[in-house]
């Protein structure tokens, strides 16, 4: 009886009866700041460097142009009630994060990148026109270059800028490229040559069906922002690749790691 069940666990495996379950990768939301208790600002440096030194597989943070054409490190589009966009760089620098840092440059960030192998989640903010964003897409890879980071195993790319992602698509097709909107279905992202969807928890929930088809088509899924337990056994059970949280310790703990 033994034998005649592992057999047909065998039989099942190589006849894709079993679905093979995927490792997920954890990401720290904006750097690991509001994550158990960290202390640190959002898309900080002092938060980047924690999710580094606590072994996470991948940081999340946003760029931006400032007013002189600037890249900057920050999640919130305006800061006192006025855009990024309207601020010179200069005007920056007297405003502090809440741990003290300054707003860094892209520049700033990366080298703080450069200290591990975490993979740096750069997410291209959706700018005033597609002009500017792909403006700040094209700042962002040439500010990688310098750095000696523009690597497919240390960056990838993501963006609410279904232009952006094309455009990221075609300039840099071996890099990981995801799909932030949820309005799309895998078939239309990957039509465009976008390789990954990022979408949020309430999107897989509704179509659970988008992670299969999104593997059968070769593209890798994320989801944000998951942080709570329920959602993140769902997730995991779904097969989705990294889940970005802003509680990676939790994550880590439900994943057995």
Known sequence: MRLRCLFLVLVALLSGGVQQVRAQKICAHRGFWKCEEAGNAQNSIASLRLAQENGFWGSEFDVHLTA????????????????????????LLKTKLPNGERIPTLGEYLKQGAQSSCMLVLEIKPQKTVHK??????????????????????????????????????????????????DKDPETVHAAGINGIDYEYGVFHKHP?????????????????????????????????????????????????
């Open 68 to 91: 002189d054409d600037v890249v900057v490190v920050n999640h919130d589009p305006s800061l006192n009630g006025i855009s990024i966009r309207k601020h010179t760089y200069r005007r």
């Open 133 to 182: 964003t792909l403006k700040l897409a094209k700042a962002c890879v040439e500010e990688l270059r310098r750095h000696q980071l523009l690597d497919p195993s240390r960056v990838m790319f993501i963006s609410f800028s279904f232009e952006a992602c094309c455009w990221i698509a075609e300039e840099l097709p071996g890099f990981g490229n995801q799909y932030l909107e949820g």
């Open 209 to 257: 069906d988008w992670v299969e088809r999104a593997h059968a088509l070769g593209m890798e899924v994320n989801v944000w922002t998951v942080d709570n337990e329920r959602e993140m056994k769902y997730l995991s059970e779904l097969g989705v690749d990294v889940i970005t949280t802003n509680r990676p310790l939790l994550l880590r703990k439900v994943l057995g790691e």
